[in-house]
């Protein structure tokens, strides 16, 4: 790690401490030439590889403006879809790789964007899950269907033990 103040090559810890978030380590660095001290933020990488092949760094930002699109017109504010993308970043990391697929992050969108909007969900996954007839739109609606009258049947009968 370069000094930001000489450029010296070399820096000595003084301190680390964990983010709040638990995703990052903060590091105060002390230059041995200088004598100043700086922080740094250490980070696992994780990238993404899309279908034309190139690699880019996983960006929240690219999860909420790609969202935002299939969100639009619904009431889902700019803090839902920040949540969301965090959310979404917690569930890449847990697979324990350092490169995903651009369609598997799409895929991680799909649940939590659910449990937002549904509407959302739908539009979202008309393009991840590749939608090409009606037919396709309403099984996916019966899907939905079915889940909520199963998630509604079990909060029932555990309402009444």
Same mark, same amino acid.
Do not use: W
């Given at each position: 790690?370069?000094? $930001? %103040?000489?450029?010296?090559?070399?820096?000595?810890?003084?301190? +680390?401490?964990?983010? @709040?978030?638990?995703?990052?380590?903060?590091?105060?660095?002390?230059?041995?030439?200088?004598?100043?001290?700086?922080?740094?933020? &250490?980070?696992?990488?994780?990238?993404?590889?899309?279908?034309?092949?190139?690699?880019? $760094?996983?960006?929240?930002?690219?999860?909420?403006?790609?969202?935002?699109?299939?969100?639009?017109?619904? #009431?889902?504010?700019? @803090?839902?879809?920040?949540?969301?993308?965090?959310?979404? &970043?917690?569930?890449?990391?847990?697979?324990?790789?350092?490169?995903?697929?651009?369609?598997?992050?799409?895929?991680?969108?799909? #649940?939590?964007?659910?449990?937002?909007?549904?509407?959302?969900?739908?539009?979202?996954?008309?393009?991840?899950?590749? %939608?090409?007839?009606?037919?396709?739109? &309403?099984?996916?609606?019966?899907?939905?269907?079915?889940?909520?009258?199963?998630?509604?049947?079990?909060?029932?009968?555990?309402? +009444?033990?």
């Amino acid at each position: 790690m370069h000094c $930001p %103040f000489c450029r010296n090559p070399d820096s000595r810890v003084v301190d +680390s401490r964990t983010a @709040d978030d638990g995703s990052s380590i903060r590091r105060r660095r002390e230059c041995p030439a200088c004598g100043k001290r700086f922080t740094t933020v &250490e980070t696992a990488s994780l990238s993404v590889a899309k279908r034309n092949g190139v690699t880019e $760094p996983f960006s929240r930002d690219k999860i909420v403006s790609g969202v935002k699109k299939a969100c639009q017109g619904r #009431p889902v504010s700019d @803090d839902d879809l920040a949540l969301l993308a965090q959310k979404v &970043e917690e569930t890449v990391r847990a697979s324990g790789q350092a490169e995903i697929n651009a369609l598997d992050v799409g895929l991680a969108i799909l #649940p939590h964007l659910r449990d937002l909007d549904e509407i959302a969900y739908l539009r979202f996954a008309s393009v991840y899950q590749a %939608f090409d007839t009606l037919d396709d739109f &309403e099984a996916a609606i019966a899907r939905l269907r079915e889940e909520d009258a199963a998630s509604a049947r079990s909060e029932a009968s555990g309402a +009444s033990d």
